[in-house]
C-alpha cells in the first residue's frame, strides 16, 4: 500500500507560501517513516540564490522527535569541508536537523508534540523556531475518509476489546507488558487481539529485547497466548470493518506512553472515525488534549482518572484494572453502559469528519506558521553566513572550487553569484524592515 503523504508536504508548502509571500524549502523524511538523516531532503529545490535566501521548513512531524539521535549531523558532510568551515567561515556546521545554513539566522521546525522537553533542547541551541501543528489530524482525515460514508453494524455477539499490537519495540516496548497483563488477568479470550512474539519491524525476539525500561520486561511466558501479529507496517493508515463491527471498545496503544509528552497520532483517531469508544494508552494528559480539540471522552460512563496517573507503570496497571471491570459488567449494565458510550463516538466522529473541525486543526497550523515567520524576522539575517561568499577568493584551492561548482555556483563565472546574492539580500532587508513596522 502506498501512502502519499507528499500531498502533506506540498499542501504546507502552499500554506507557508501563502502566509510568508514567498517559496519556502520544505524538508521531509523521503521515504515516510524513515529516521536516517540523509533522508531529509527538500520535495523542490530553486537555483543556489533561492535555495539560501528562502526559509527553511524542517518537517519532522509524523514521528516523535529524538534530538539525541541527530546531535552530530557533521555526519553528513566529508571532513575536509568542515576544515574549510571552520577555517575560512569561523562556524561549525549547522545543528542537528538544520544541516544546510541559510540567509535565516533561525529557520522553522515544524512538529506535532506538546509538553516536549525535546523542543525545549531544539530552542536552546537557537537554529530552529518550533512549531507545532496536529499532523496526524490531517493524515486521518485524508487516511480514513471513507469511513464517513460506511455504516458499521455491530454484530449480535461481540467480543469486548478490540486491541492491536502491532509493534513493541522503541517507545512501543510498554506494549509487552501490557499482552502480559492480558494474559495475568485473563482478558485474552475477550479481546479481538494479536502478538508476536518476534517483533515484525526487525525481527526480535521479546526475550532478547533489551528493554529502555526494564519494568516492562515481562515475567511469564507470552508464547502460544495470543494469535500471531502478521500486520504489515501500515496497518494503522487503514480500518477494518469486522474489527469494529465485532467489538465493544477499542484500547488504543499510542506510541508513546512512557514519556512525558503529549503525542497523539492516528492511532486515537481510528476509532473515532469508525465511531468505536475508547479506552487511550497514552502520556498523562492525553484525553485532556483529544477535549481540547472539540472531542468528548467517557468520564460520566466508566473510571477515566487512569488518564491522570503520570508513573506509566501504574497507569497501565489502572487500564488494565478497567478493562477487567468492564469485563464484569452485567449484561444490562453492558447494554446501558454502551448505549451511552455510543452516543459520545457518534459525536465525535460527526466531530472530526466536520468542517469545524477541519477548520480548527488549519487554522492551529497557520497562526503558529505566522509566529514562526514573525520569529525568523525578527531574528534578522545570518550575515556570518552571508559575508564568508564575499570573501571566497576565485584561486581558491580546487578541491574546494569544484565543490561550490557542484553546490550551484556558475563555473566560470562566480561574480553572477555574488550579484545575485547582494541583489537577494537587500530584498530579504526591505522584507525584514517591513514586517518589523507591522509589529510596531
Known sequence: MSIPLDRLYHFIDQTAREIYGEPVLIYRFWPHGSK????????????????????????????????????????????????????????FPPINLNYEYNAFIKNILLHSEKRSDQVDKYVQDGQLIPVYYWNHAMIARDWYRAAEHVSITKLSQTKKFLVYMRAWTGTREYRIKFAELLKKNNLIEHCLTSFSPVDVDNNTHYLDHVFANEQWRPESSLEDCFDKNTAPSHASADFVNTDYAGTD??????????????????????????????????????????????????????????????????RLQAISELMTQINDWSPDTRHQKLSQAQIIADHNRAWFFSQEFSALVLDELCKNLQRGFEEMCQAGLNYKFIEHFNKLPLDTDESIKNWYVNWGMPENDFKIFFDQLANRIRLLEQKICSQAKKRV
Open 36 to 91: 536516517n538523516i540523509n533522508h531529509l531532503t527538500k520535495i523542490a529545490n530553486f537555483d543556489k540564490v533561492t535555495n539560501i535566501t528562502i526559509p527553511s521548513i524542517w518537517c519532522h512531524d509524523q514521528e516523535p522527535l529524538h534530538y539525541q539521535l541527530y546531535k552530530d549531523c557533521s555526519l553528513r558532510y566529508q571532513w575536509w569541508i568542515l576544515v574549510y568551515m571552520q577555517a575560512w567561515t569561523g562556524t
Open 249 to 314: 471498545i477499542e484500547i488504543v496503544l499510542e506510541t508513546l506512553f512512557d514519556d512525558s509528552r503529549l503525542h497523539l497520532t492516528e492511532k486515537i483517531l481510528r476509532p473515532i472515525a469508525c465511531a468505536q469508544p475508547f479506552i487511550l494508552a497514552a502520556t498523562h494528559g492525553s484525553l485532556q488534549y483529544l477535549r481540547d480539540y472539540g472531542f468528548q471522552t467517557f468520564h460520566g460512563i466508566w473510571d477515566e482518572s487512569y488518564d491522570l496517573i503520570e508513573d506509566p507503570a501504574q
